[in-house]
């Protein structure tokens, strides 16, 4: 069982810069792959990123290909989401998630994710 807590939201300005981390509980982070998610007020969520296990085949949405990148520490249970040239519509709240790497699907679905933070809120001010 994992457990994981996002920080780093905040308010910035458009083409400014934030840090997402989420910090994961439990003896098995290292066994799931991560995932980052958004939702904005009125949409469905949806996917922004993931990463496997071992820190390798990180994957983006293409609204956040080039301006996001994902990241991991297995030995600090963390996992970050750099996001740069922010944008109006990047305001939302961003998820991680958890998923265990034998789970069926490309890494993009929200079912193949099985355990959640709260959400950090993202706003981008034009």
């Known amino acids: 069982q994992v457990q994981l807590v996002e920080s780093g939201g905040g308010l910035v300005q458009t083409g400014g810069s934030l840090r997402l981390s989420c910090a994961a509980s439990?003896?098995?982070?290292?066994?799931?792959?991560m995932g980052w998610f958004r939702q904005a007020p009125g949409k469905e969520r949806e996917f922004v990123a993931s990463?496997?296990?071992?820190?390798?085949?990180?994957y983006y949405a293409d609204s956040v290909k080039g301006r996001f990148t994902i990241s991991r520490d297995n030995a600090k249970n963390t996992v970050s989401l750099q996001m740069n040239s922010l944008k109006p519509e990047d305001t939302a709240v961003y998820y991680c998630?958890?998923?265990?790497?034998?789970?069926?699907?490309?890494?993009?679905?929200?079912?193949?994710?099985?355990?959640w933070g709260q959400g950090t809120q993202v706003t981008v001010s034009s």
């Open positions: 998630a958890s998923r265990w790497p034998f789970t069926a699907g490309a890494g993009t679905g929200l079912y193949e994710y099985d355990y």
């Open positions: 990463i496997s296990w071992s820190g390798n085949n990180p």
């Open positions: 439990g003896r098995t982070f290292s066994s799931y792959d």
